[in-house]
């Protein structure tokens, strides 16, 4: 499949990534997208004749070879949606990116992955958690995903490199530049050991209407969101609400009730909008995370017996041995079973202590 095309695809004007992965559905690749005829096109529902014309006159074209020429020249990565290195969380989210910018080394698809956001006037009270968090995550083997700005972001990027921690910056403009232009060093030591990433063209610029489609990203690649201090309003807490409705974990810590930078945290947390956390334990027992020394001794002590399955939850069994970790969706077009019955199988593995569940609905073996 062209890259050309795929990248021609966000091109066009007036569609979104919620329309594009319905034309991706509908025609089945880019490329039948655009040697379509007018007729096929404008029986798509919703589909108007401004973008018929840019879909049949191909202008968006000379865009995407202007933009193919910058990822090859500066050695940009290219994540389709529906390659095998996209990033698989963030295809749960029905806004996704259908493509993303990546420069660096990173992997997006890592066993554990965690944001944490927070005000850009960090306290000395946050920057201390994000010390004592930070070193805990690096224990337990945790991908680290922030936005690169100015406050708890950077110091979260900050303490990462510092460890050596795999880390992910995403980033609200193209990768021609680095903003706050301050953070250029530190972006080029992200790099060594993790990922600038974004979904906008090389040139554009950091405009205030990007970052909170920079949020969604941050809050899609992860498994969980920590939300260290914000106030009444702001990016994190956007981040957060998007968390929420994509069915993650959102974890808050708690601050001193008259401190404005911990009102936005405590209210998430009066809300039932995250959970309580005083640590990294707490986040890793949440999440049933286990640090690698833990992890370790726990498999030097396990039991050889062989678990007593029923014919059914054998053929579950087999097939996440076979995965590692599968998504509901994918153990259902597996097993082909009813959804009734494929709950009542999972749930009885889960009780049994066969299998757990992830945040998204996925499962995995014990």
């Not at 030591?189 to 600038?196: R, S, Y």
Request: glycine fraction near 6%.
């Amino acid at each position: 499949m062209s890259v050309v095309e795929k990248i021609a695809l966000t091109k066009i004007k007036g569609i979104g990534p919620k329309y594009s992965r319905l034309l991706l559905a509908y025609f089945g690749n880019v490329v039948d997208l655009f040697s379509s005829s007018s007729q096929q096109l404008n029986a798509i529902p919703g589909l108007n004749r401004n973008i018929v014309q840019q879909i049949k006159s191909k202008a968006c074209f000379i865009e995407a070879e202007a933009e193919l020429r910058h990822v090859e020249k500066h050695g940009i990565d290219l994540l389709w949606i529906e390659d095998n290195d996209y990033p698989k969380r963030l295809v749960h989210c029905e806004d996704a990116p259908m493509l993303l910018y990546s420069y660096g080394r990173v992997d997006y698809n890592a066993q554990k992955v965690v944001s944490i956001v927070g005000t850009r006037n960090a306290t000395a009270y946050g920057k201390r958690i994000i010390e004592e968090l930070v070193d805990g995550l690096k224990e337990a083997g945790v991908l680290i995903v922030s936005g690169l700005a100015m406050g708890i972001d950077v110091l979260v990027h900050l303490a990462s490199v510092r460890r050596n921690i795999p880390n992910i910056a995403v980033l609200g403009h193209g990768l021609s530049r680095i903003y706050p232009s301050q953070h250029r060093d530190l972006s080029g030591e992200i790099i060594n050991n993790g990922a600038l990433l974004t979904e906008f063209a090389y040139q554009t610029q950091p405009d205030k209407s990007n970052f909170p489609m920079r949020n969604r990203i941050i809050a899609g690649l992860s498994d969980a969101t920590i939300v260290v201090e914000a106030g009444e309003k702001g990016g994190a807490l956007i981040t957060a609400r998007l968390a929420n409705e994509y069915n993650r974990d959102v974890c808050a810590f708690p601050g001193a009730i008259d401190q404005p930078y911990s009102s936005g945290c405590n209210r998430l947390i009066k809300d039932n909008e995250a959970h309580l956390i005083r640590n990294s334990q707490d986040l890793l027992n949440l999440m049933q995370w286990q640090r690698e020394s833990d992890r370790t001794a726990e498999e030097g002590i396990q039991l050889t017996l062989i678990p007593n399955f029923t014919d059914d939850q054998r053929i579950i069994y087999d097939f996440l041995k076979s995965k590692k970790e599968a998504s509901v969706d994918d153990i259902s077009c597996f097993s082909d079973w009813p959804q009734s019955k494929l709950a009542v199988v999972l749930l009885e593995m889960e009780m049994a202590g066969y299998i757990y569940a992830l945040p998204g609905k996925i499962y995995k073996m014990l």
